[in-house]
Nanobody, 118 residues
Framework: QVRLVESGGGLVQPGGSLRLSCAAS????????MTWYRQAPGKERELVAH????????NYADSVKGRFTISRDNAKNTVYLQMNSLKPEDTAVYLC???????????WGRGTQVTVSS
């Protein structure tokens, strides 16, 4: 059974940090590119950060460049999102997606809530 389970969300003050994790099971994690998305109420889902299957290539939304870092540990079947200097506009549900590049097979987690507020 394929599972992607996000964790690490919560309430944090502006300027604070959080580290999100997305634990994968049921598929060959090391073959999948992983992407973090976020969705705020009333807004479209937004790509936040992407990492290829080896971890050798990453890219970010302009809104998070220099503040967020995506990484992965293929031995632990987990992808991470380190979020620093958080802003209220980062408030959203954060979801991870795994994509097998040759077939575009997608797996999604259910998300973890991040709220940035004083």
């Amino acid at each position: 059974q394929v599972r992607l389970v996000e964790s690490g969300g919560g309430l944090v003050q502006p300027g604070g940090s959080l580290r999100l994790s997305c634990a994968a099971s049921g598929f060959t994690f090391s073959a999948y590119a992983m992407t973090w998305y976020r969705q705020a109420p009333g807004k479209e889902r937004e790509l936040v950060a992407h990492i290829d299957n080896t971890g050798g290539s990453t890219n970010y939304a302009d809104s998070v460049k220099g503040r967020f870092t995506i990484s992965r540990d293929n031995a632990k079947n987990t992808v991470y999102l380190q979020m620093n200097s958080l802003k209220p506009e980062d408030t959203a549900v954060y979801l991870c997606r795994g994509r097998f590049p040759y077939t575009s097979t997608d797996y999604w987690g259910r998300g973890t809530q991040v709220t940035v507020s004083s």
